[in-house]
């Protein structure tokens, strides 16, 4: 097991702190607006660069676990800021995103089996089996919702919007659940294990439901989304 180089660590709490306000931002404010765009954009690679450093120092630490999410976050976050583009993209990054995501899925299912089989290997893997499977079901939606949009050729504005919405939403919910959550020995100790460090945990999933819900059951959106389909380019 190698030991952390401390300029990667820098990085990776940096990235996850960027994250965690640029992702704020983006859902607070009005949403297609110049802010919305920027802060969208900032996250995006924050996010990639969060994802991209923790796999470095998942291998360095031999964490399985944290190498298929640190995958898998990639994949969403790309994908999502590709959903949200009104430009032509090319089906070589839509393939090669859709492997990303499929690889992702099937090393998530495949610990979630290893821990199940292997308990006392949980503390190397890092991730208990039911959060590798529902990581797993999360992103074989996601790949799902990729081979539609791959077979039809095109990407439509509602689906396009949803798509973007709930796979940003759920990045920044693994930025939550990995800052509040799993790093709470940065905190004061009578916050640790407390109602204060879980509610912001999860306040993505809930404000995901309600985004999501108002975009695809409203009117609310109809201007932000754009009339013809984003076509998909050989």
């Known amino acids: 097991m190698g030991t ?39 996250f995006t690679v924050a996010i ?11 291998i360095l630490k031999s964490q399985q676990g944290n190498i298929v999410g640190s995958v898998g976050t990639f994949y969403l976050i790309g994908t999502a800021w590709l959903a ?14 859709l492997f990303i995501g499929l690889a992702g899925a099937v090393a998530a299912i495949a610990l979630g089996v290893y821990t199940i089989h292997n308990p006392g290997g949980v503390d190397k893997t890092t991730a208990a089996a039911g959060m590798s499977f529902f990581f797993g079901a999360i992103l074989l939606l996601a790949a799902a919702g990729d081979i539609r949009m791959l077979a039809r050729g095109r990407i439509s504005g509602r689906q396009r919007i949803t798509g973007h919405l709930w796979r940003m939403c759920y990045g920044l919910f693994i930025a939550t659940g990995s800052f509040f959550l799993g790093q ?3 905190f004061p100790a009578f916050l640790r294990g407390s109602i204060f460090l879980t509610v912001p945990a ?12 108002r975009v695809r059951f409203s009117k609310a959106y ?10 998909v380019t050989p």
């Open 4 to 42: 952390m180089p401390l300029p990667l660590l820098i990085l990776h709490v940096l990235a996850g702190s960027i994250g965690l306000l640029t992702g704020t931002v983006a859902m607070a404010v009005r949403k297609g607006g110049n802010l919305h765009r920027a802060s969208g954009n900032v």
């Open 48 to 58: 990639l660069t969060l994802a991209t450093s923790a796999f470095s120092l998942a």
């Open 84 to 97: 949200g583009r009104h430009g032509e993209r090319t089906r070589l990054i839509d393939w090669s995103a």
């Open 184 to 186: 709470q020995q940065v």
């Open 202 to 213: 999860l306040l993505p999933l809930p404000l995901l439901i309600y985004r999501f819900l």
């Open 222 to 231: 109809k201007n932000q989304l754009s009339p013809n389909p984003v076509p």
